[in-house]
């Protein structure tokens, strides 16, 4: 049988050291850390096989969150697959300020969240563990999503709405946070291979200047709003602009407010309306 440091050295030959270690740790049940505890233990030929296979996954350009099943967001493990876009640490920066705005803005007794698109529910579900006592609602139009979002909120027990709908077409009731991660991709947009071979393309593009889904989500909004309300979007790096001026005309009477990510982009966008 083969050793630990075996496997990770047969790994390195084909894909990055890095994500040789990760996927061997995660078949062992590990940190990869620990690996250096266990380089001369011996696997079984079952998990032998298995990392030599998720090794080929890697080599063949598969992402490495589908090839292990899961990624961590806000310090909870989610489910991801094919169906579901693999979550984004900009994503969990959009979280994080909506986490803020909430807190310093709204009281959290009977909150009603919303998540347009949800994928894989990492949005959604980590603002119900963050706010128990909030009444969350996942939408997505893809079926094959929600049953991967309905998963992640069974493992992570959070007591959530699912609902297949195309944003706002199924969806009844008003709500205090809208809160979303469209596709806002261009038609046309050049992103990484791996990202176009392997993530669904249903959540990446979004028409010819990747303002669609912004566009569709805005023209119905405001009868889905209560009167105090917070609007939270991910946004593309160069739609700041277009997309401040978009939420200025539906939203005249909020603070519209632009953040920047840690790395200086314009990549979230606020609409917030409280009473005087």
């Not at 079926?143 to 991967?148: G, R, S």
Request: proline content about 4%; glycine content about 4%; charged content about 25%.
């Amino acid at each position: 049988m083969a050793t630990v440091e075996e496997l990770i050295i047969n790994g390195k030959k084909k894909v990055h050291s890095t994500h040789a270690k990760m996927l061997l740790a995660d078949l062992l049940n590990l940190n990869p850390l620990e690996l250096l505890l266990h380089l001369d233990e011996e696997v079984t030929p079952e998990v032998e096989q298995h990392y030599y296979e998720q090794i080929q996954k890697l080599a063949n350009q598969e992402p490495l969150q589908y090839v292990i099943g899961n990624v961590n967001f806000y310090g909870n493990t989610f489910v991801v697959n094919p169906k579901v876009l693999i979550p984004r640490f900009e994503t969990e920066e959009l979280v994080e300020n909506t986490l803020n705005f909430i807190q310093y803005y709204f009281s959290e007794q009977d909150l009603k969240i919303i998540d347009l698109g949800t994928g894989s529910g990492c949005i959604g579900i980590t603002l119900k563990k963050k706010i128990p006592t909030s009444q969350v609602t996942l939408v997505d139009i893809s079926k094959e999503a929600l049953t991967v979002a309905l998963e992640n909120a069974k493992q992570l027990e959070a007591e959530v709405t699912c609902l297949e709908s195309d944003f706002w077409e199924k969806v009844p009731g008003k709500y205090h946070i809208v809160i979303s991660n469209p596709p806002y991709l261009k038609q046309d947009e050049e992103v990484e291979n791996i990202v176009v071979q392997n993530e669904p393309h249903l959540a990446l593009y979004a028409g010819e200047d990747g303002l669609d889904c912004y566009q569709k989500i805005l023209s119905e909004i405001k009868e889905h709003l209560e009167e105090e309300y917070l609007v939270a979007f991910e946004i593309g790096a160069d739609q700041g602009l277009p997309l401040k001026k978009m939420f200025q005309e539906v939203f005249t009477d909020a603070l519209i407010t632009l953040k920047k990510d840690l790395q200086g982009r314009d990549r979230m966008i606020f609409a917030l309306k409280k009473k005087a």
